[in-house]
T-cell receptor, first 117, second 114 residues
C-alpha cells in the first residue's frame, strides 16, 4: 500500500523567510511519481510539480525548489523568500502512474503554510 | 478550454435526501476520479473509472454510487445523505498511462448535510 506523510500540520513564518515543507512516502512500486499541489484559500487545487522515481535531480522553478531523495523516501519542497501569496495548504501526493493513474493519487494530509507580513 | 467542470459549487442537503454531483471533462481523458477532502485528512479517493462503462471503488466508497456512461461525464450519487458526508468533493481526470499531463482537478463542490 502507498502512504504519504506530511508531518508538519501547520507552519507559520514571516514574509521573506525561507521555508521547507516535508514529505515522506512509502511505496513498493519501483516506478512511481511524486506530486505537489497547492490549495490557496479560494479552494482549487493547483498542480506544482511531478517527479518520477528515476529522476533524482533537484528541480528549481523561480522561488520554488524540490529535493527528491530516494534513500530517505523524501520529496521536500522549499520556498525561498516567501511571500504572503504563498499562504496556502500544500499537498504532497504519490501515484504509480505519471498522470495520477487509474486509481488516483495518494495524498498526504497537507501542510497549512501561513506567511505573515 | 473548460477542463474539469463540477456542478454545483455549493449545496446544502437534509439527512436522507439524495443528490447527484456532476463532473464533466472536455479533454477526452480516459481516467476520472472522485475525492473527498475533510479537515486534517487530505484528499481521499471515493471511486474511480478507467473508461466508459468501467468503475471501481477507492478508499472510502461507502454511501456513494457512480456510473460512467460516456467518456466526458462521471457523476457521483449520494443515495441517502448523512452528516458524515459533509465535505468538499473534487472530481479529477487524467489521460492514458505514460502521458505527460498530470491529473486535472475541478474546482470542487462544498456539500453540507444537516
Amino acid at each position: 500500500a502507498q502512504k504519504v506523510t506530511q508531518a508538519q500540520t501547520e507552519i507559520s513564518v514571516v514574509e521573506k523567510e525561507d521555508v521547507t515543507l516535508d514529505c515522506v512516502y512509502e511505496t513498493r512500486d519501483t516506478t512511481y511519481y511524486l506530486f505537489w499541489y497547492k490549495q490557496p484559500p479560494s479552494g482549487e487545487l493547483v498542480f506544482l510539480i511531478r517527479r518520477n522515481s528515476f529522476d533524482e535531480q533537484n528541480e528549481i522553478s523561480g522561488r520554488y525548489s524540490w529535493n527528491f531523495q530516494k534513500s530517505t523516501s523524501s520529496f521536500n519542497f522549499t520556498i525561498t523568500a516567501s511571500q504572503v501569496v504563498d499562504s496556502a495548504v500544500y499537498f504532497c501526493a504519490l501515484s504509480a502512474q505519471s498522470g495520477g493513474g487509474a486509481d488516483g493519487l495518494t495524498f498526504g494530509k497537507g501542510t497549512h503554510l501561513i506567511i505573515q507580513p | 478550454n473548460a477542463g474539469v467542470t463540477q456542478t454545483p459549487k455549493f449545496q446544502v442537503l437534509k439527512t436522507g435526501q439524495s443528490m447527484t454531483l456532476q463532473c464533466a471533462q472536455d479533454m477526452n481523458h480516459e481516467y476520472m476520479s472522485w475525492y473527498r477532502q475533510d479537515p486534517g485528512m487530505g484528499l481521499r479517493l471515493i471511486h474511480y473509472s478507467v473508461g466508459a462503462g468501467i468503475t471501481d471503488q477507492g478508499e472510502v466508497p461507502n454511501g456513494y454510487n457512480v456510473s460512467r456512461s460516456t467518456t466526458e461525464d462521471f457523476p457521483l450519487r449520494l443515495l441517502s445523505a448523512a452528516p458524515s458526508q459533509t465535505s468538499v468533493y473534487f472530481c479529477a481526470s487524467s489521460p492514458y498511462p505514460g502521458s505527460n499531463q498530470p491529473q486535472h482537478f475541478g474546482d470542487g463542490t462544498r456539500l453540507s448535510i444537516l
